[in-house]
């Protein structure tokens, strides 16, 4: 049931965000660069001469990244742009082959090996085409340590828009829009001198690095992830407390295999208000980390633990 929960509180997220991609004109399918297999790696800009742009630039010069290109859907990431205020941009465009309404997503996205959702979904009506944008904040990717969006990985999804269980496609790729490649990006080291490790082992590391509590409306915990297994997992809290007093933040995080997360949990004013806190001075949970695409399996870990901010 807890696992129920978890996977619920993500599903929402996801819900609520499923029409946030920008809808644009339909472009030319001109050229593609052809991605064959399961998990498919794509270089974006040449190889010889990886360039941090300073001002908005497409990376792809004329190059059209083919995702997949069948029967039913066609997906081509037609380019990339690079600011350095705003962020990256990657304009995609797809196409459905069918006579029914489709649901294009991306799930489990990370950038330079760290978690980060852009919550793009975009609805295409049967035999229909569009065209959007998958957006990479700056500010969010800096909070990682990510200052050069070196490594893309993500699942592409494609399911019946009136029956979410049928799945016409689910496919893993990987580009490298800045040019380097599988041998040569590196994942950015988190540097948190306070920060406290609650659970280190060979399968998960889970660090709480800070608190602020400044902010009267609410106290925020940035917490930090790692999944060193070969699988999906969940990491959720389960028995909150806060000073002996049970407020639920309502935390669910999805790790990729092998990859790592940022994340904030929020203990809201109202909430520590109602239960009489006007200083936090403990805070007690039980980690739950399990398998993300199995229900049924044990947990990986669960464990009680008290923070002292």
Not at 10 to 26: Q, R, T
Not at 54 to 60: F, G, H, I, K, R
């Amino acid at each position: 049931m807890k696992r129920f929960f978890a996977l619920l509180l993500c599903a929402a997220l996801f819900l609520s965000f499923a029409a946030c991609g920008s809808s644009e004109e339909p472009v030319p399918n001109d050229t593609a660069v052809s991605a064959t297999t399961p998990t498919t790696e794509m270089t974006g800009a040449p190889t010889d001469a990886p360039t941090q742009p300073t001002e908005s630039q497409n990376l792809l010069d004329d190059t059209i990244i083919e995702l997949v290109n069948n029967d039913d859907v066609a997906v081509h990431i037609m380019n990339i742009e690079n600011n350095e205020h705003t962020g990256m941009q990657l304009r995609i465009q797809c196409e459905n082959r069918t006579d029914r309404a489709l649901m294009f997503s991306w799930d489990m996205v990370s950038v330079c090996g760290y978690m980060y959702d852009p919550m793009w979904a975009e609805e295409v009506a049967g035999g229909k085409t569009v065209n959007s944008t998958v957006y990479l904040d700056t500010y969010a990717l800096e909070q990682m340590g990510i200052t050069s969006v070196d490594e893309i990985t993500f699942t592409l999804n494609v399911i019946d828009s009136e029956n979410w269980m049928e799945t016409l496609l689910k496919e893993s790729f990987t580009i490298y829009p800045t040019g380097l490649d599988a041998s040569t990006w590196q994942v950015p080291q988190r540097e948190t001198p306070d920060a406290q490790v609650m659970a280190d082992d060979e399968n998960v590391r889970f660090v709480i690095e800070w608190a602020d509590g400044e902010d009267t409306s609410k106290f925020t915990m940035y917490v930090y992830m790692e999944n060193k297994t070969d699988r999906n997992l969940m990491y959720s809290w389960d028995m909150v407390s806060v000073n002996g007093y049970m407020i639920d933040p309502f935390w669910a995080v999805s790790v990729a295999a092998g990859k790592r997360a940022c994340s904030e949990i929020t203990f809201y004013g109202s909430d520590l208000e109602a239960n009489g806190i006007e200083e936090v001075s403990d805070v007690e949970f039980t980690l739950l980390v399990s398998d993300y695409d199995d229900w049924e399996a044990d947990y990986l870990l669960e464990e009680t633990y008290s923070y002292t901010p």
